[in-house]
C-alpha cells in the first residue's frame, strides 16, 4: 500500500462550490505540507503543519485553508472554488528538516 | 529568501548517454539542503537524490550523482546511462536552515530518445 494517499485523485467541480482534499500517510511522520503545482511551473508550498496543533501558511495560502486531524491526516479544503485554482495538488510528509519528502500521487482539481 | 533557478526548459539525450540538468540556488542561509525530484507523465513526485550544504563529498545514488559546486551555488543532476524511463520532468529544490519551506526550481524537461 502506498505510503501517502490522497484523495480524490481528480475532481471537477464549479465555480463556488466547497472543495476538501484529504491526505492520509501511515509513514508516522509529524511534518505534512499542501502543495500546488500548475502547468510548466514548479510546486507552491499552500499550507505546512509540524504537529496536530500547528498550522502555517505557505506563499500561496489565500483562498485555502487546512484541518490536520490526526497525526496522519491533513486535509486542504476551497472554500468557495474558482477557475484559477484549477491545478494539481500534493500532499508530502517528511520526518524533519533535511529529509526528502515523500509525495503523494497528486489530486487533479478542475474548476468551471 | 531562497530561490532555485533551473535554466533549461527542455533536454533531450541519447539513450546510454550522460546528460547533465543545471540547478542554481540562491539563499543567504549557511545551512541548507538541495533535493531533486522526478516527476513522470504519470504525474507523481519522486526522490532521487539530496546534497547537504555541509558535505565534503558530491552526493550519489545509483545512475545519479549531484555536481554540488557550492562556490558557483550550482547543483547540477548528472544522469548516467540515460534510459528512456528516465524521460521525465526534473526539479530542484532548497531547505534552508530554518528548514520550514522546500522551494522549487520551474523544471527541466528531459526526452530520452533511441
Known amino acids: 500500500d502506498a505510503d501517502v494517499t490522497q484523495t480524490p485523485r481528480n475532481r471537477i467541480t464549479k465555480t463556488g462550490k466547497r472543495i476538501m482534499l484529504e491526505c492520509s500517510q501511515t509513514k508516522g511522520h509529524d511534518r505534512m505540507y499542501w502543495y500546488r503545482q500548475d502547468p510548466g511551473l514548479g510546486l507552491q508550498l499552500i499550507y505546512y503543519s509540524f504537529d496536530v496543533k500547528d498550522i502555517n501558511k505557505g506563499e500561496i495560502s489565500d483562498g485555502y485553508s487546512v484541518s490536520r486531524q490526526a497525526q496522519a491526516k491533513f486535509s486542504l479544503s476551497l472554500e468557495s472554488a474558482i477557475p484559477n485554482q484549477t491545478a494539481l495538488y500534493f500532499c508530502a510528509t517528511d520526518r524533519g528538516t533535511y529529509n526528502e519528502q515523500f509525495f503523494g500521487p497528486g489530486t487533479r482539481l478542475t474548476v468551471l | 529568501a531562497q530561490k532555485i533557478t533551473q535554466t533549461q526548459p527542455g533536454m533531450f539525450v541519447q539513450e546510454k548517454e550522460a546528460v547533465t540538468l543545471d540547478c542554481t540556488y540562491d539563499?543567504?542561509?549557511?545551512?541548507?539542503?538541495l533535493f531533486w525530484y522526478k516527476q513522470p507523465s504519470s504525474g507523481e513526485m519522486i526522490f532521487l537524490i539530496y546534497?547537504?550544504?555541509?558535505?565534503?563529498q558530491n552526493a550519489t545514488e545509483g545512475r545519479y550523482s549531484l555536481n554540488f559546486q557550492k562556490a558557483r551555488k550550482s547543483a547540477n543532476l548528472v544522469i548516467s546511462a540515460s534510459q528512456l524511463g528516465d524521460s521525465a520532468m526534473y526539479f530542484c529544490?532548497?531547505?534552508?536552515?530554518?528548514?520550514?519551506?522546500?522551494?522549487f526550481g520551474t523544471g527541466t524537461q528531459l526526452k530520452v530518445e533511441l
Open positions: 539563499t543567504s542561509d549557511p545551512s541548507y539542503g
Open positions: 546534497q547537504g550544504s555541509y558535505d565534503q
Open positions: 529544490a532548497i531547505l534552508t536552515g530554518g528548514g520550514n519551506k522546500l522551494t
